[in-house]
């Protein structure tokens, strides 16, 4: 269980909210995704793999976004969750609050038997306890 000077607790809150607050899309067999943009200036987005069995693939591009900046450093992710796995893949921020911002996303989805041998498989590469993968 996280604790309150481990650095995962921030990253567990925020999955919480995403997942309680945000909007929920089944993506493939046991996997979700959850993006929260209501009330918040941005989105942030996690994804769950309920599937015991099988490595889920997910790909964002935010290319069509304007004035946001994105905690990962780039507009762009892909992403190999583990079997019953989550992770916040993305936060996109305001980022002048004196002009408005725009946010349109589209994903790819795969789910496959076996996944990558490290976490090299993630773009940008995986930094911190934010944007890591913890198990469901």
């Not at 309680?20 to 899309?25: D, F, I, M, V």
């Not at 009330?39 to 004035?67: Q, W």
């Not at 450093?73 to 992770?87: A, C, H, N, V």
């Not at 038997?113 to 498989?121: L, N």
Request: hydrophobic share 35%.
């Amino acid at each position: 269980m996280a604790g309150a000077g481990d650095g995962r607790s921030g990253a567990d809150v925020l999955y919480k909210v995403t997942l309680s607050k945000g909007e929920h899309r089944d993506a493939l067999q046991g996997c979700s995704v959850y993006q929260l943009n209501k009330k918040v200036a941005g989105l942030v987005m996690a994804v769950e793999n309920r599937n015991p069995h099988r490595y889920f693939h997910i790909s964002c591009d935010n290319h069509n976004t304007s004035n946001v900046v994105s905690t990962r450093g780039q507009i762009t992710t892909s992403d190999w969750i583990p079997p019953l796995s989550r992770m916040i893949i993305m936060i996109l921020t305001q980022l002048d609050e004196t002009c408005g911002f725009k946010i349109q996303s589209s994903y790819k989805f795969t789910l496959v038997q076996e996944g990558p041998v490290d976490e090299a498989e993630h773009a940008p590469p995986l930094s911190g306890t934010l944007h890591k993968v913890y198990p469901l």
